[in-house]
């Protein structure tokens, strides 16, 4: 006979046990019916049914069992489902850069703050609470990114947020903090350094001193009575993660010259890059695929000059010779600015996305930029997701509609080559969020029912 004491303990275990079981339970999970799945690889599941819970999808295919417990939206044969758009580095709802930065006394001995070296910081500390970026960019098919503070040579940490509904606006929720460190050679104005040579000097001195200091610290904590205690330095010892090839340094560079420069730094002292912005990097896709380089690509490139668009008789009859010239090398630098990407793919880099400087309002119309510089649906789909995912390390976890992946997707009414498209419906971290489609003859119907199926099941 077991001791009454233990029968106690036993029955208060195994009911916390239920407990923790039906806890667990509790959340209900959700899933769209009858719609057709876009894989990142190209393929593509009609009929099919896509289920998350807690934030995770469970499955995503054909002959998917529905849970009791779910709430179902059907999308009656006519929706389709995309992986969610990542932005592998930007400065969603982060604080712009002071521009009263008072003179210094010694503006050749800055102290790390004015000179723009502050890499300790993280920027889900950071983030502006009352900020429309998140709700903006998810309008637009973003369900998470790599944010990072707006800063000069070594603003700070990049932290992977994904993004979470709430009732007035979209919101970060936190899922790799300090992922990177991002970087540029952009010097902080009116202190030392004040030039290219002078930042890469400053780049190499940081790093001898963030070793020296490891070593110093290293050495007191073995004996402390024979070595005296180095004095601590947030800034140098956040940069041990990078030395120890822990943490990817985002690095900016747009022109060959800077990418080379970055190049060096890297080879130099060993550390993970990724190049960022990238808007000339084509010229060195090469070297870049050799070297197994990535790149988060810009899109903030300038509209199409007008005289692109205007039709032939305007453009030849009303120009002068050097007129002519002028728009012929401004036609010139504009497509090699728009087909970067496509030339880096063709190369065989890596190629994720970057909105950095980019406007949400901008965004469609620089990816239209895209599909008529040579784009297919599949090449843009792979770069705004699983592209993205992997340059910045995450592809296990993000980038496409596998199971046991984060729920990040967007729901269209039409594929998204087709100019009819629209988002319906946005799913970040799990969290629906739902977008009415202007009433037509052939959508009012479904759209309608649609919403009450979701209405009815908050």
């Known amino acids: 006979m077991k001791h009454p004491i233990l029968r106690t303990i036993l029955s208060v275990l195994t009911v916390l046990g239920v407990c ?5 339970q509790a959340v209900p999970s959700q899933a769209f019916t009858n719609v057709t799945l876009h894989f990142a690889d190209g393929s593509s599941v009609s009929k099919a049914t896509i289920l998350w819970r807690n934030g995770n999808i469970e499955a995503a295919g054909v002959n998917v069992s529905i849970p009791f417990d779910a709430k179902v939206i059907d999308g009656g044969d006519s929706l389709h489902v995309y992986p969610g758009w990542i932005d592998g580095m930007t400065e969603w709802a982060m604080p712009e850069i002071p521009r009263d930065n008072a003179r210094v006394p010694d503006p050749g001995n800055p102290s790390y703050d004015r000179a723009g070296i502050q ?14 970026d998140f709700t903006d ?7 998470a990114a790599g944010i990072s503070p707006r800063g000069f040579m070594l603003p700070g940490n990049v932290d ?12 970060a929720r936190l899922l790799v903090q300090g992922m990177g460190m991002r970087a540029s050679l952009q010097s902080s104005p009116g202190v030392n350094p004040s030039t290219t040579m002078g930042v890469m000097a ?4 940081l790093m001898f001193d963030s070793q020296a200091l490891r070593t ?24 041990w993660p990078v030395m120890d090839g822990k943490q990817t340094v985002f690095f900016s560079a747009d022109n060959p010259e800077d990418i080379r420069r970055v190049l060096k730094l890297r080879d130099e002292f060993g550390f993970k890059i990724v190049i960022v912005s990238g808007r000339n990097a084509w010229m060195m896709a090469s070297e870049l695929a050799q070297k197994d380089i990535a790149v988060l690509a810009t899109l903030n490139f300038p509209a199409k000059p007008s005289f692109m668009t205007q039709s032939a008789k305007d453009s030849v009859d ?16 504009w497509k090699a600015e728009v087909g970067n990407i496509k030339k880096l793919m063709d190369s065989g880099v890596l190629v994720g996305f970057t909105g950095v400087g980019l406007r949400s309002a901008d965004f469609n119309a620089r990816v239209k930029d895209l599909k008529d510089a040579g784009l297919s649906e599949q090449n843009i789909v792979q770069l705004f997701s699983t592209n993205t995912a992997k340059v910045i390390g995450h592809g296990n976890l993000l980038g496409d509609l596998k199971k046991g992946m984060i729920a990040g997707f967007g729901v269209y009414t039409h594929p998204i080559s087709d100019s009819k498209s629209k988002m319906n419906y946005s799913v970040a971290f799990g969290d629906v969020k739902y977008y009415p489609i202007p009433a037509t003859a052939a959508n009012t119907r479904g759209s309608n029912s649609r919403a009450q199926s979701m209405e009815g099941d908050k």
């Open 318 to 333: 009303k120009r002068t010779a050097e007129h002519k010239s002028h728009n012929q090398r401004q036609e010139e630098t």
């Open 202 to 205: 400053r780049y190499r001195q």
């Open 20 to 24: 923790e079981m039906a806890i667990a």
């Open 160 to 171: 992977l947020m994904t993004i979470h509904g709430t009732e007035a606006n979209d919101q």
């Open 137 to 143: 960019w998810r309008k637009l098919g973003f369900t």
């Open 119 to 132: 890499p300790h910081r993280l920027p889900h500390q950071m983030v502006v609470t009352n900020s429309r």
């Open 216 to 239: 110093n610290t290293r050495l007191f904590t073995s004996n402390t009575n024979a070595y005296v205690a180095p004095e601590p330095d947030p800034v140098l010892e956040s940069l």
